[in-house]
């Protein structure tokens, strides 16, 4: 799609690749919605047997990680929801659609783990003062189980998007009842066979430290989308020299933006000089190609600049540029 002004600059916005990459990613999200619900079912029954089994036994890691998979049931549900979101049309008043909602999901789930944390830390640390009777032999069977079925669950949510937060946060929750099922293990193996009642608080504190780090570094990839950041892995740098070397007609490039809308969807918005001799049109078909095929941006507008950058807004006039 193409709209040209009569002023100093020309406008250009090629959509074709993004609309199609829109239609691929409605096609793959039912099977997403569908392994998040089914990892919220699964979350939600184990949830109520540790419960169930971290009163009978009197084990805090079984407490704790009923608690952590009470938090994962609404982080999975929201992401349920994300997803679901996601797939919504564009409208008069969100013209880029609903993804962001999925990137939303994500940085809440990030800072749920950090309530969970401390909610497990302060028990942790009480019931190293003040240690209770513990039922190794259920605590064990119910932790066991509840191994398993995290196996399971991590290993439906497994191969997403390197860029999808909202599955990313779901599986971080899920890898954190992982890590709280291994360590309930070894703590009723401790208790059954060593009567070390210590370590069901301690193995608590130490999967703590483990989701603390994980959840932070989920905290900081959500917020730099929602910060408009350039994508991971994209210098910004790079693009631009391949901008510049992507057609003969093409003397310049500036102004630069480079952002994330959601997972996988990456744009841009770019001004360029021509040669005097040059084609806007095949310019603009050279620098939707490079940014596709290269760097896998497909939403992309470009402005064509006659000479000199003319945008005094963004103080480049007079060939003043600002990358």
């Not at 497994?158 to 899920?174: E, I, M, R, S, T």
């Not at 193995?203 to 932070?216: D, K, P, R």
Request: proline fraction near 2%; glycine fraction near 8%; charge should be negative.
């Amino acid at each position: 799609m193409s709209s040209t002004h009569t002023h100093s600059h020309d406008h250009h916005h090629d959509h074709a690749h993004d609309h199609d990459h829109a239609r691929e990613n409605v096609a793959g999200m039912s099977g997403r919605e569908r392994k998040l619900a089914f990892a919220f079912a699964l979350t939600v029954v184990m949830m109520v047997a540790e419960v169930v089994g971290g009163l009978w036994s009197g084990s805090l890691a079984l407490l704790a990680d009923a608690g952590h998979m009470m938090v994962d049931s609404l982080a999975l549900l929201l992401a349920v929801i994300g997803a679901w979101m996601a797939r919504r049309p564009a409208d008069a008043r969100r013209s880029y659609g609903y993804g962001r909602v999925e990137v939303l999901a994500g940085f809440l789930n990030a800072l749920t783990q950090f309530a969970l944390v401390g909610f497990i830390a302060y028990e942790a640390i009480e019931r190293l003062f003040t240690p209770s009777p513990i039922l190794s032999g259920v605590m064990l069977i119910v932790a066991s189980v509840g191994l398993v079925v995290n196996l399971v669950v991590l290993r439906t949510l497994h191969g997403h998007d390197h860029d999808d937060v909202n599955v990313a946060g779901a599986a971080l929750h899920v890898l954190g009842d992982l890590l709280g099922s291994v360590a309930a293990v070894l703590a009723a193996l401790a208790v059954r066979w060593m009567g070390w009642l210590w370590a069901d608080p301690v193995l608590s504190l130490l999967v703590s430290l483990l989701i603390l780090n994980s959840a932070w570094r989920l905290l900081r990839r959500s917020a730099h989308i929602l910060l408009e950041g350039v994508p991971e892995g994209l210098d910004t740098g790079e693009v631009e020299s391949a901008l510049r070397a992507a057609d003969a007609s093409i003397s310049d490039v500036h102004h630069l933006h480079v952002w994330q809308l959601a997972s996988g969807s990456r744009m841009a918005t770019v001004h360029a000089e021509l040669h005097e001799e040059g084609d806007s049109a095949v310019a603009i078909l050279a620098i939707n190609r490079v940014l596709a095929e290269r760097f896998g941006i497909r939403h992309v507008t470009v402005q064509i600049d006659p000479g000199h950058c003319l945008d005094h807004a963004h103080g480049c006039a007079g060939g003043n540029r600002s990358h």
